[in-house]
Structures are given as C-alpha cells and as structure tokens.
T-cell receptor, first 111, second 115 residues
C-alpha cells in the first residue's frame, strides 16, 4: 500500500522556525510536493522537489532525500497567518496523474 | 497563474436528491482533473480521476453509480452525487494540473450538507 507519514500537530511562536517532516512508502515516486490549507479553504501549492536537495521559496524551503524516502518543509520567520494544515504529497507517476496526500500537519502559531 | 473554479461553494440538499458540482479550469486546458473528498481535520482522499472524453477512473471503494463524473470538455469536469444521504456530507474538492507549472491547482471546494 501507499503511506505518507507526517506529524499530526506542531506548535510554535511567531518568528520561530519550524520543520515538518514527511516519510513515504509508495509504489512509485516522481516527486514530493507540499500544500497549505487554511480551515475551510482549498489546498494551495507551496513547493515541489523531484531531485534531492533543498528548494527555497521565500520563507519556505523544502528538502528531499530520495534514498531515505524523506522530505521536509521548513518554515522560517513564522507569522500568525502561517497557522494552517500542511500536507505532503507524492506524485506516483511521470504523467503526474496520480497524487497521494499525507494526513496533514496542523501548525499553530502563537504570539 | 492557473486558476480552477469550483461551484457551488456550499450546498444543502435533502436526502434522496442529487447534487452537481462543477469544476472549471479558467486559463488552461486540463485533460485530467481529480476529485477529492475531505472529512474534518483529515487528509484529502482521492475519489476519482476524470479524463476528458473518456470514462473516469475511480479509486477502490468509491461507488461509480453514486458519484457520477463527466469530463465533457478540456476545461470542465462535473461530479454528481446521486441520491445523496447524510453520510455523503463532506467537503469535495477538485484539482487539475497546468502542465506549464509545477503542482496542482485546487478549486475552492464544495461543502455539501445532506439533511
């Protein structure tokens, strides 16, 4: 079967740095992506890693190690608006027509 | 950027009736769209993959006759929940991938409540 594991909850204060880990066991792998979802809203795409290494996009960075079946999302200079659920997702095929989501990590940022 | 429009955002219907949810890619063509269901505080569960001009591919455990999917054009996919029951109440989200960009774009979701 397919599985993606990530912590269910993380708490932090404004200005801090948070890392959300994701380990996966899937039948195929073409890339790891991260999505943010605020309560009641739709998921929005944050980042995508197809190759090992770190991808940086502003305050958010994402890392992938294919040999370890592991990745993480790093959020820096946390703001209250970053409080949301964060999902890692694995693209299973080259066509990108199969995407499996983790169960999500709820991040709560306090002042 | 890629935009996916989903309508309606909220719908309340009576048990036994059918509800249609539309998903449109506004500025790109989507040969494939995806339909997800999400329960409160839970992950997105893929229900089916909608293919333009052909039959949808359903995930295991998802009833084809209950959740009818039609993908008649490159920009429109519809999900019809037939003979809805209270257990069908959920958040339904569609998504599509713009090949010019990474990542999938999601619609804003439809909160279905069956009473």
């Amino acid at each position: 079967g397919q599985s993606l594991e990530q912590p269910s909850e993380v708490t932090a204060v404004e200005g801090a740095i948070v890392q959300i880990n994701c380990t996966y066991q899937t039948s195929g792998f073409y890339g790891l992506s991260w999505y943010q979802q605020h309560d009641g809203g739709a998921p929005t795409f944050l980042s995508y890693n197809a190759l090992d290494g770190l991808e940086e996009t502003g305050r958010f960075s994402s890392f992938l190690s294919r040999s370890d079946s592991y990745g993480y999302l790093l959020l820096q200079e946390l703001q209250m608006k970053d409080s949301a659920s964060y999902f890692c997702a694995v693209t299973l095929n080259q066509a990108g027509t199969a995407l499996i989501f983790g169960k999500g990590t709820t991040l709560s940022v306090s002042s | 950027g890629a935009v996916v429009s989903q309508h309606p955002s909220r719908v309340i219907c009576k048990s036994g009736t059918s509800v249609k949810i539309e998903c449109r890619s506004l500025d790109f063509q989507a040969t494939t769209m995806f339909w997800y269901r999400q329960f409160p505080k839970k992950s997105l569960m893929l229900m089916a993959t909608s293919n333009e001009g052909s039959k949808a591919t359903y995930e295991q455990g998802v009833e084809k006759d209950k959740f009818l999917i039609n993908h008649a054009s490159l920009t429109l996919s519809t999900l019809t929940v037939t003979s809805a029951h209270p257990e069908d109440s959920s958040f339904y989200i569609c998504s599509a991938r713009n090949r010019a960009a990474y990542g999938y774009t999601f619609g804003s979701g439809t909160r279905l409540t069956v009473v």
